[in-house]
């Protein structure tokens, strides 16, 4: 059943570190090279990036190219920029993405970001067979364990995950969270395959990818930045009585480009000045919760 009424108006404290008003969770989606491609032996390719375009009957070098610009030049831009603002995030990563390109996996670790699952490829699980999803939740874990040497405790499903794919997760029995869910500004936890688990939801309005597929609701760094300053501006004068959690989505091929980068400067300046953020990544975040409400 669907849960209408949440916290209402008495949401838990969750007493962040230091008390910090506001938890603040970077997510970089790393989804190039998992992307559907005809050159990598797909049906099709991928249409949605700048524009929606989709090419038919032979690989599209155009969408490639811009999906290795993540990988090739973006990254290092990013990584660097989150190294020097001393913001640590969580790298959601494609299982394949990971096969393809593991120096970056390693060099996020090294930077002290945390690992988690972004499905197999970057593609849709809501019509998945359950069994295919079963093994595609497997074959992820594996691949990120292998690389990072460390097993991932996150999941998020681009688009809507599958009516199974929270209980394939808990049935799993490594993970700690999954971020598919948009409902809330506080983590809460659900009671599935009698056991409880822990939901971070997401956020698609501070996120990158309104440079994007059609929307383009975003054109400066400005935008982006000031967008998610006034939401950290809202959360922030709420969290003086009930502290909330704010996520952040990047994508390397998005908010890598020279023209967007500085938004990332922005936004951790503004909150840095404004004071009362707990910079983490969901990892941490999970681990606070469930220890702050370990018997609720």
């Known amino acids: 059943m669907r849960d209408l009424k949440g916290y209402g108006r008495t949401p838990p404290d969750p007493q962040w570190p230091g008390g910090a008003r506001v938890a603040v969770s970077f997510v970089i989606n790393f989804e190039e090279g998992a992307e559907m491609s005809l050159s990598a032996g797909d049906a099709h390719n991928e249409k949605v990036y700048e524009v929606t375009d989709e090419v038919v ?15 090739k030049a973006a990254w290092w831009r990013i990584a660097d920029s989150l190294e020097r603002l001393g913001v640590p995030a969580t790298v959601s990563t494609c299982g394949l993405a990971a096969e393809l390109s593991p120096w970056l996996i390693q060099d996020a670790v090294a930077r002290g970001h945390e690992i988690s699952c972004h499905g ?41 995950p599958s009516p199974n794919t929270r209980r394939l997760l808990v049935e799993e ?21 009698g056991k409880r ?10 996120n990158d990818m309104h440079y994007h597929q059609g929307f383009h609701r975003f054109v400066s760094a400005r935008d982006f930045a000031d967008y998610t300053s006034d939401a950290f501006d809202t959360l922030w ?49 999970a681990e606070h919760w469930n220890a702050r409400f370990k018997d609720s």
Do not use: N
């Open 197 to 206: 688990h822990l939901v971070l939801p997401y956020s698609f309005d501070t």
């Open 57 to 71: 009957g032979v690989p599209d070098r155009c969408m490639e190219s811009h999906f290795e610009y993540g990988t």
């Open 237 to 285: 004068a709420e969290g003086e009585k009930s502290p909330k959690m704010m996520s952040i989505g990047l994508h390397l091929r998005m908010i890598g480009r020279p023209g967007r980068i500085a938004a990332l400067d922005r936004i951790v300046s503004h909150m840095r000045q404004k004071g009362g953020a707990w910079f983490a990544t969901r990892r941490q975040i």
């Open 120 to 160: 197999w490829r970057w593609e849709k699980h809501a019509h998945m067979e359950e069994a295919k999803e079963r093994e595609i939740i497997a074959r992820t874990v594996k691949a990120l364990t292998d690389i990072a040497g460390t097993r991932p405790v996150g999941w998020h499903t681009r688009s809507t």
């Open 173 to 193: 029995g490594g993970f700690l969270y999954d971020s598919d869910d948009y409902s809330d500004d506080l983590p809460f936890h659900v009671e599935l395959a």
